[in-house]
Nanobody, 123 residues
């Protein structure tokens, strides 16, 4: 069983910073793309940023320059540094990972999601 556990959400004032972290655990063989998505109330889930296992990154255009994604392959973690936060960044942030897992001859490749962490930007 594979799990993604997020941490680091909370309440921050406009202009402030937060760092989200996500750790993958379980019978992991390889982790390919990892990333973050977010969902604001009444809106669809949207891409924030992704990072491949060799460090290639992709960001939602409007977030470039304020958000930075990184990962530690040795620790199976992905992080999102969020700076200059705005009220419109308020959302539940979800960690995502494309993981090959299994034991012995039973191997599967699938996408996993964390439970989500609330980020609220308000004065």
């Amino acid at each position: 069983q594979v799990q993604l556990v997020e941490s680091g959400g909370g309440l921050v004032q406009p202009g402030g910073s937060l760092r989200l972290s996500c750790a993958a655990s379980g019978s992991i063989l390889s982790i390919y793309t990892m990333g973050w998505y977010r969902q604001a109330p009444g809106k669809q889930r949207e891409l924030v940023a992704t990072i491949t296992n060799i460090g290639s990154t992709n960001y939602e255009d409007s977030l470039k320059g304020r958000f930075t994604i990184s990962r530690d392959n040795a620790k199976n973690t992905v992080s999102l540094q969020m700076n200059s936060l705005k009220p419109e960044d308020t959302a539940v942030y979800y960690c995502y990972a494309n993981i090959e897992s299994g034991m012995g001859s039973v191997v599967r490749l699938r996408n996993y999601w964390g439970q989500g962490t609330q980020v609220t930007v308000s004065s």
